[in-house]
């Protein structure tokens, strides 16, 4: 079954407005989580570590104020994509990390479409 | 050089072909290395881990040679479900877990 999961899995939005987009840890507590987006034909790249309890961490050329991190709990951590325009449109894909496996697993990402 | 390059493909390929794709990365101190698997419009996930003794898994090998900086997958037998885009990732120097650097893929259509 799905480690991880994403809400929602497709967001069409206005420019100008802001979306949410909820990723959670199914299986297992997790003190950190990761962002990533992909635009087309592009690698993933990541954006900011999310870590519980405290600010998030960003990549170079990530505005932090733009994408806010908000990593309240263990299971939960949300992106809010603030004042979207047609350039952010991407696919957003968080990630958490199983430590025993050695493994990082992928939420099922949330296409975002701003017009 | 980009950090991880791979050949965009796509590969072509008939049903039990075998199929070789390739990678280099630039940073000479990495210390993981994988492959995963991309389907359309979904997420990546796990296809193996690459070790430096090279492993195997099923009809899938992946190769690592340090000296060159240079990662390979070999696909046996190709099927119709391997069509999917591959991903090359590799760490950060001195990165946690979530430090990965992914390639751009490399495109694969099995046909019948």
């Known amino acids: 079954g799905a480690v991880v999961s994403q809400h929602p899995s497709r967001v069409i939005c206005k420019s100008g407005t802001s979306v949410k987009i909820e990723c959670r840890s199914l299986d297992f507590q997790a003190t950190t989580m990761f962002w990533y987006r992909q635009f087309p034909k592009q690698s993933l790249m990541l954006m900011a570590t999310s870590n519980e309890g405290s600010k998030a961490t960003y990549e170079q050329g990530v505005e932090k104020d733009k994408f806010l991190i908000n990593h309240a709990s263990l299971t939960l951590s949300t992106l809010t994509v603030t004042s979207a325009h047609p350039e952010d449109s991407s696919f957003y894909i968080c990630s958490v990390v199983q430590r025993s496996y050695n493994e990082q697993f992928f939420g099922p990402g949330t296409r975002l479409t701003v017009l | 050089r980009k950090e991880v390059e791979q050949d965009p493909g796509p590969f072509n390929v008939p049903e039990g072909a075998t199929v070789a794709f390739n990678c280099t990365y630039s940073?000479?101190?990495?210390?993981?290395f994988f492959w995963y698997r991309q389907d359309c419009r979904k997420e990546p996930k796990l296809l193996m881990s690459v070790y430096s003794s090279g492993n195997e898994d099923g009809r899938f090998t992946a190769q690592l040679n340090r000296a060159s900086q240079y990662i390979s997958l070999l696909i046996r037998d190709s099927k119709l479900s391997d069509s999917a885009t591959y991903l090359c990732v590799v760490n950060k120097l001195g990165g946690s877990q979530g430090n990965l650097i992914f390639g751009k893929g490399t495109k694969l259509s099995v046909k019948p």
């Open positions: 940073n000479s101190a990495s210390q993981s």
